[in-house]
T-cell receptor
Framework: GAGVSQSPSNKVTEKGKDVELRCDPISGHTALYWYRQSLGQGLEFLIYFQGNSAPDKSGLPSDRFSAERTGGSVSTLTIQRTQQEDSAVYLC???????????????FGEGSRLTVL | RKEVEQDPGPFNVPEGATVAFNCTYSNSASQSFFWYRQDCRKEPKLLMSVYSSGNEDGRFTAQLNRASQYISLLIRDSKLSDSATYLCVVNMNRRYNFNKFYFGSGTKLNVKP
């Protein structure tokens, strides 16, 4: 489809292992966001990419978390040495950005549910 | 202090009721305001933008009070299908086009038959 695509949809891993989560935004959307949502909680901002600008990494909770966006399209969120508190749904969103800003509609993927045992 | 604060609820209302949600934001530089809806174990989706003059979309009315840094959502004639979590969202357009969206924790609505 033409929506935001995330993979894997579910990931169960052991504490200490590394995981990679992938996001394929809507074609033509220059802005891409990663959020984290723990059970029953709100969305926690992690990182933001806009075009060729340096990403805003201010929401990454520790240096175990990193993300990249290759070719201005697909993004990968990497969590190294996973901990149990990393268990959450990781949501990716994209939006079209214009010179005056955004329409405000973030299009979300269905999320990657991470469980760290 | 959180950027966006909401009453978590839950709000339990009968079908046909009118229900109102409130939200406050901390940063007066906030520029754009939205309500998103999130169904259980689903991704959030835009419900409506919130304009300074107030705006209506069918049974839904949104209001913004910049002086008090307060946003509201009114749902009239509630339907069972309105049961969801409603997220208040504030957008800050910073220099260099860095647009940050701040999400409230959401208000849960349960509409009962």
């Amino acid at each position: 489809g033409a929506g935001v695509s995330q993979s894997p949809s579910n990931k169960v891993t052991e504490k200490g292992k590394d995981v990679e989560l992938r996001c394929d935004p809507i074609s033509g959307h220059t802005a891409l966001y990663w959020y984290r949502q723990s059970l029953g909680q709100g969305l926690e901002f992690l990182i933001y990419f806009q075009g060729n600008s340096a990403p805003d990494k201010s929401g990454l909770p520790s240096d175990r978390f990193s993300a990249e966006r290759t070719g201005g399209s697909v993004s990968t969120l990497t969590i190294q040495r996973t901990q149990q508190e990393d268990s959450a749904v990781y949501l990716c969103a994209s939006t079209r950005m214009s010179l005056v800003g955004t329409t405000g509609e973030l299009f979300f993927g269905e999320g990657s549910r991470l469980t760290v045992l | 202090r959180k950027e966006v604060e909401q009453d978590p609820g839950p709000f339990n209302v009968p079908e046909g009721a009118t229900v109102a949600f409130n939200c406050t934001y901390s940063n007066s530089a906030s520029q754009s305001f939205f309500w998103y809806r999130q169904d259980c174990r689903k991704e959030p989706k835009l419900l409506m933008s919130v304009y300074s003059s107030g705006n209506e979309d069918g049974r839904f009315t949104a209001q913004l009070n910049r002086a008090s840094q307060y946003i509201s959502l009114l749902i009239r004639d509630s339907k069972l299908s309105d049961s969801a979590t409603y997220l208040c969202v504030v957008n800050m357009n910073r220099r260099y086009n860095f647009n940050k969206f701040y999400f409230g924790s959401g208000t849960k609505l349960n509409v009962k038959p």
